[in-house]
């Protein structure tokens, strides 16, 4: 049987009323009350299991700031500013958007507000941003009415999702059993009806409806409200079919299903798909750019030069690396792997994306 407490309790769940959507394995695996990856651990940094950007260089949050401050003058300064982030992690971006941000609007009132559910994280969180006294919510819809600015970076490639493969049959959902006391694939015996997606056989479609239902309440938001989202995350520019389901641990990639509970779960976030979801609610969208395309833009190599000239030559070298990597436009190098996309009241022209 599984290797962890939680693979042990899926397979009786499996057991005892049949396979399980990759959504509510995904839900499972990352935010069970007890075994959830992320209720149990802080998984960022070199002891973690990733590096996200935040944490590679202050000058992404620094960054994310400065544009925080143009949208928030775009809108008019509204006080206060109400800022909002999804998954802050340890708090590493906020706080270095926080920093550059009172540097370029010192005047600013800035209301504060987490969406995290992991107590660990929110430790993390509380020291890190105490100056800033914020208010924390397990779900966006409970943060204050009013004009509001959400970050969200690495948060929506951990969403559940269903997952279909074409057969000969049809579209059939892809499900989590148990076979020869082991977690597996399967699927499910029956095509979907409502899937008319042509493709060839083996093909997987990923339907990220979590995802898209969060989309559509931000656009609705940002269009009644006023304000602005900003998407930063792994994922695609352009529909396509594909399995990019993955598992980390240890910053190496592992099964799916090797180790749940305590390796990261993750798929692809379907851009095209969040910006349709966002457009049809009425909100305007910006970009997906390249996050190399994105950061330049936002001054990200003048900031570089900036910090190296007055940094020993060790610092200085470790911001060039910094720099590079951020931006590293190579297949699969964070600046072409990571997109950006803003979705904002449809009055506003964020920084960051070309007009149009």
Avoid at 36 to 54: E, I, K, M, V
Avoid at 136 to 143: G, K
Avoid at 281 to 297: E, K, T, Y
Wanted: hydrophobic letters at 50%; one cysteine or more; a negative charge.
């Amino acid at each position: 049987m599984s290797a962890t407490p939680l693979g042990a309790e899926i397979a009786t769940l499996v057991r005892e009323t049949g396979p399980i959507g990759i959504d509510r394995y995904m839900a499972l695996c990352l935010g069970h009350p007890v075994h959830g990856y992320y209720y149990t651990r802080d998984p960022l940094g070199p002891r973690g299991d990733f590096t996200t950007a935040p944490e590679i260089s202050q000058m992404f949050g620094e960054l994310i700031g400065i544009w925080i401050a143009s949208v928030w003058a775009a809108m008019g300064t509204p006080a206060p500013l109400r800022l909002v982030e999804l998954g802050p992690g340890r708090g590493t971006l906020m706080a270095d958007a926080l920093r550059a941000l009172r540097t370029v609007a010192p005047t600013a009132a800035i209301d504060l507000h987490l969406v995290e559910t992991s107590p660990v994280l929110q430790t993390a969180q509380t020291a890190a941003l105490a100056a800033a006294a914020p208010t924390w919510h397990a779900d966006v819809a409970a943060v204050p009415h009013g004009p509001a600015i959400v970050v969200a970076n690495e948060f929506f490639d951990c969403l559940p999702v269903r997952q279909f493969v074409r057969t000969a049959r049809g579209w059939c959902e892809r499900l989590v059993g148990v076979s020869d006391g082991a977690l597996a694939f399967g699927l499910a015996p029956d095509p979907n009806p409502a899937i008319g997606a042509v493709a060839v056989e083996g093909a997987v479609m990923t339907l990220p409806a979590l995802a898209l239902d969060l989309t559509r309440a931000l656009a609705r938001r940002v269009r009644d409200q006023g304000g602005a989202v900003l998407v930063i995350d792994y994922g695609h520019a352009r529909p396509g079919f594909g399995d990019t389901l993955q598992a980390v641990a240890a910053h190496r990639f592992v099964g799916p299903l090797d180790a749940p509970g305590e390796a990261d779960l993750t798929v692809h976030v379907d851009f095209p798909a969040l910006a349709r979801a966002a457009s049809e609610a009425g909100a305007a969208i910006h970009g997906p750019v390249d996050q190399r395309d994105f950061l330049d833009s936002l001054g990200l190599p003048a900031r570089a030069a900036r910090l190296t000239a007055r940094a020993t030559p060790a610092q200085a070298e470790a911001i060039t690396a910094a720099a590079r990597r951020l931006t590293d436009p190579a297949p699969g190098g964070m600046g072409s792997l990571f997109k950006a996309m803003a979705i904002t009241h449809p009055a506003l022209a964020p920084p960051g994306f070309a007009p149009g």
